[in-house]
């Protein structure tokens, strides 16, 4: 099981979205401070979003602390990118716990400070404001609005 988690990174690392999908159970929920919680396709297409907004990016993944047993697994990870709307880097801290059905990962759920990660992104306003539930509700609001328009342009 930790080979998936590796190569899950390693395909992020490469932007390669229907590799990272591939290890995805068919009832994959997923879960993070950004986007909330996103089943199935919606999990999917997330990822393939994020790697094609990447693809003209220097952006850099690295994984690290993966263990793993039969049914679950843990992996600390770091992107590093340039946060598009901005311009700004940022260096986000991850750790992701896994849990595993026949052979695939059935959920995965990123824990991230999204107060950090917006004073990255957002400067001084993501300094001020990251913290506060109104930001988070926005920004969830933001990210799943993309991610329908991207899945609409998609099909």
Same mark, same amino acid.
């Given at each position: 099981?930790? +080979?998936?988690?590796?190569?899950?990174? =390693?395909?992020?690392?490469?932007?390669?979205?229907?590799?990272?999908? +591939?290890?995805?159970?068919?009832?994959?929920?997923?879960?993070?401070?950004?986007?909330?919680?996103?089943?199935?396709?919606? /999990?999917?297409?997330?990822?393939?979003?994020?790697? /094609?907004?990447?693809?003209?990016?220097?952006?850099?993944?690295?994984? +690290? @602390?993966?263990?793993?047993?039969?049914? @679950?697994?843990?992996?600390?990870?770091?992107?590093?990118?340039?946060?598009?709307?901005?311009?700004?880097?940022?260096? @986000?801290?991850?750790?992701?716990?896994?849990?595993?059905?026949?052979?695939?990962?059935?959920?995965?759920?990123?824990?991230?400070?999204?107060?950090?990660?917006?004073?990255?992104?957002?400067?001084?306003? $993501?300094?001020?404001? $990251? $913290?506060?539930?109104?930001?988070?509700? =926005?920004? =969830?609001?933001?990210?799943?609005?993309?991610?329908?328009?991207?899945? =609409?342009?998609?099909?």
């Amino acid at each position: 099981m930790s +080979s998936i988690i590796e190569n899950f990174y =390693k395909a992020f690392d490469q932007l390669d979205a229907e590799t990272m999908v +591939s290890y995805y159970h068919k009832d994959i929920v997923f879960e993070d401070p950004a986007f909330g919680v996103l089943k199935g396709e919606k /999990a999917k297409n997330m990822w393939r979003m994020l790697c /094609a907004s990447q693809k003209k990016n220097r952006f850099k993944v690295r994984a +690290s @602390n993966i263990t793993v047993n039969q049914y @679950n697994g843990s992996a600390h990870w770091e992107a590093h990118y340039i946060f598009s709307k901005t311009g700004r880097k940022v260096n @986000n801290k991850i750790d992701a716990s896994f849990e595993f059905k026949d052979g695939k990962i059935i959920k995965h759920t990123d824990h991230f400070n999204l107060h950090n990660w917006a004073k990255q992104a957002l400067g001084f306003k $993501g300094y001020l404001m $990251g $913290g506060t539930s109104f930001f988070r509700r =926005k920004l =969830k609001s933001q990210t799943n609005n993309l991610l329908k328009k991207f899945e =609409k342009n998609k099909t």
